[in-house]
């Protein structure tokens, strides 16, 4: 019956159980079997016990520490270089873990599938935080190798960037890269810094006929990840994010507003200036503006903007935002090219400019839309699965660590092989 309450299997006896203050502790120990030495095959004889706590699941309420007999064997045959070995019973725990087998697993799920912070669940298993998510990294690594199928077939790769961790003193930012697969929204893989140096060698570990079916690389205005593509994918075409280059266009808008703001006043907006009361009808579309809002935008500027810049710099963001509602490919592609050459009329503002010549630069990854209508944003959500672990996390110091438990919690892999996973 104490068998069948531990839940242990028909090759493991229970020999004692005792309730401390803390925990329950249960003392079990392997059915005897006489081994055999690996080397020279002569029968092995017994040459002491050790007792080894291993942290288990909870039992009855109660915290539980699963106390293992262990049988230490030696070879009698004085020829034999092998002296002693001592049993293994994977059933019970691994080898070198703290934590047993179907507490180990038990563990990585809780953690990596359901997101749950290592001290919580350290908390609920009465044990040291380093305790489970050592567990949880040993078992998640073991589960994704094992998992040789969750990276399928790859058309659209996405790549898009988001922050790791912030060091030192001076709060030195390190980030990190996230491979998307654009269709399905699954994350591959994450790899240190936003450099074309990372993400390249991930490509360059890839099956050559895994890389030739991808025809769509996806990413935002990033030259190292354009570069990382034109290198390691030169057949597959380049796709830039909508959304990136209209908020890019936004962003030269806001730039065009504060440099006229102090221009013409001689410091930086406040509440009773006209261009920066207008700074968020600046950035709305302008079919959402209505009439009202229309009226009042065109006042403002009227009161701040002398030389026109700002409108300028309004109408050009809106000409971006009107290229993507073109339906015709070849009609889109044509309006881009006659926009980015119209912006860099030198008469218009510098950020005008700045922007024509960027539009002019991206030309064929931002036309690419059209063709393929592949975006960011599935890399855009994966990235806010990432940071929901940093948050439970409270942040990550180590790589691997945040590595693991981002695959683990986003990166979707088959939970069904962790039931037969054991750490490496």
């Given at each position: 019956?104490?068998?069948?309450?531990?839940?242990?299997?028909?090759?493991?006896?229970?020999?004692?159980?005792?309730?401390?203050?803390?925990?329950l502790?249960?003392?079990?120990?392997?059915?005897?079997?006489?081994?055999?030495?690996?080397?020279?095959?002569?029968?092995?004889?017994?040459?002491?016990?050790?007792?080894?706590?291993?942290?288990?699941?909870?039992?009855?309420?109660?915290?539980?520490r699963?106390?293992?007999?262990?049988r230490?064997?030696?070879?009698?045959?004085?020829?034999?270089?092998?002296?002693?070995?001592?049993?293994?019973?994977?059933?019970?725990?691994?080898?070198?873990?703290?934590?047993?087998?179907?507490?180990?697993?038990?563990?990585?799920?809780?953690?990596g599938?359901?997101?749950?912070?290592?001290?919580?669940?350290?908390?609920?298993?009465?044990?040291?935080?380093?305790?489970?998510?050592?567990?949880?990294?040993d078992?998640?690594?073991?589960l994704?190798?094992?998992?040789?199928?969750?990276?399928?077939?790859?058309?659209?790769?996405?790549?898009?960037?988001?922050?790791?961790?912030?060091r030192?003193?001076?709060?030195?930012?390190?980030?990190?890269?996230?491979?998307?697969?654009?269709?399905?929204?699954?994350?591959l893989?994450?790899?240190?810094?936003?450099?074309?140096?990372?993400?390249?060698?991930?490509?360059?570990?890839?099956?050559?006929?895994?890389?030739?079916?991808?025809?769509?690389?996806?990413?935002?205005?990033?030259?190292?990840?354009?570069?990382?593509?034109?290198?390691?994918?030169?057949?597959?075409?380049?796709?830039?994010?909508?959304f990136?280059?209209?908020?890019?266009?936004?962003?030269?808008l806001?730039?065009?507003?504060?440099?006229?703001?102090?221009?013409?006043?001689?410091?930086?907006?406040?509440?009773?200036?006209?261009?920066?009361?207008?700074?968020?009808?600046?950035?709305?579309?302008?079919?959402?503006?209505?009439?009202?809002?229309?009226?009042?935008?065109?006042?403002?500027?009227?009161?701040?903007?002398?030389?026109?810049?700002?409108?300028?710099?309004?109408?050009?963001?809106?000409?971006?935002?009107?290229?993507?509602?073109?339906p015709?490919?070849?009609?889109?592609?044509?309006?881009?090219?006659?926009?980015?050459?119209?912006?860099?009329?030198?008469?218009?503002?510098?950020?005008?400019?700045?922007?024509?010549?960027?539009?002019?630069?991206?030309?064929?990854?931002?036309?690419?839309?059209?063709?393929?209508?592949?975006?960011?944003?599935?890399?855009?959500?994966?990235?806010?699965?990432?940071?929901?672990?940093?948050?439970?996390?409270?942040?990550?110091?180590?790589?691997?660590?945040?590595?693991?438990?981002s695959?683990?919690?986003?990166?979707?892999?088959?939970?069904?092989?962790?039931?037969?996973?054991?750490?490496?």
């Amino acid at each position: 019956m104490c068998e069948l309450l531990v839940g242990l299997g028909p090759g493991v006896r229970v020999v004692g159980v005792v309730r401390w203050l803390r925990w329950l502790e249960i003392t079990v120990e392997t059915r005897p079997v006489t081994p055999r030495c690996a080397n020279c095959a002569t029968v092995a004889e017994l040459k002491d016990r050790a007792r080894v706590s291993h942290v288990d699941l909870p039992a009855f309420g109660q915290p539980t520490r699963l106390v293992w007999h262990k049988r230490r064997w030696c070879c009698p045959a004085s020829f034999c270089a092998v002296r002693s070995w001592t049993e293994i019973d994977d059933e019970i725990a691994p080898r070198a873990q703290l934590l047993t087998t179907r507490a180990g697993r038990w563990v990585t799920a809780q953690v990596g599938r359901h997101g749950r912070a290592v001290s919580d669940v350290a908390a609920e298993l009465s044990c040291d935080w380093h305790t489970v998510n050592n567990a949880v990294i040993d078992y998640g690594e073991a589960l994704l190798d094992a998992d040789v199928d969750r990276i399928g077939v790859v058309y659209a790769l996405s790549l898009d960037e988001t922050l790791f961790v912030r060091r030192g003193a001076w709060r030195r930012q390190l980030w990190s890269t996230q491979l998307v697969d654009a269709r399905c929204g699954q994350l591959l893989d994450v790899v240190a810094g936003r450099t074309a140096d990372a993400p390249a060698r991930w490509l360059a570990g890839r099956d050559p006929v895994w890389l030739r079916r991808i025809q769509w690389a996806v990413m935002d205005l990033s030259g190292p990840y354009r570069s990382t593509f034109e290198s390691m994918l030169p057949d597959a075409t380049q796709v830039a994010d909508p959304f990136h280059v209209v908020r890019h266009a936004t962003a030269k808008l806001d730039e065009c507003r504060r440099r006229v703001q102090n221009e013409t006043l001689g410091h930086r907006g406040r509440n009773i200036d006209p261009l920066y009361r207008a700074r968020r009808l600046l950035t709305r579309a302008s079919e959402r503006l209505g009439d009202t809002g229309e009226t009042k935008l065109q006042g403002l500027l009227r009161a701040g903007d002398p030389h026109g810049e700002v409108a300028y710099a309004w109408h050009a963001k809106e000409a971006v935002r009107f290229f993507y509602d073109i339906p015709n490919p070849t009609i889109a592609e044509n309006y881009l090219r006659e926009l980015a050459d119209d912006l860099k009329d030198p008469t218009f503002p510098v950020e005008v400019n700045s922007l024509g010549r960027t539009l002019q630069r991206w030309h064929d990854q931002i036309s690419a839309w059209h063709r393929c209508r592949a975006t960011n944003g599935p890399a855009e959500a994966i990235n806010n699965l990432v940071k929901r672990v940093k948050r439970v996390a409270f942040g990550f110091r180590s790589f691997r660590n945040y590595r693991i438990r981002s695959l683990l919690y986003a990166g979707r892999p088959n939970w069904n092989h962790l039931a037969v996973t054991l750490p490496r």
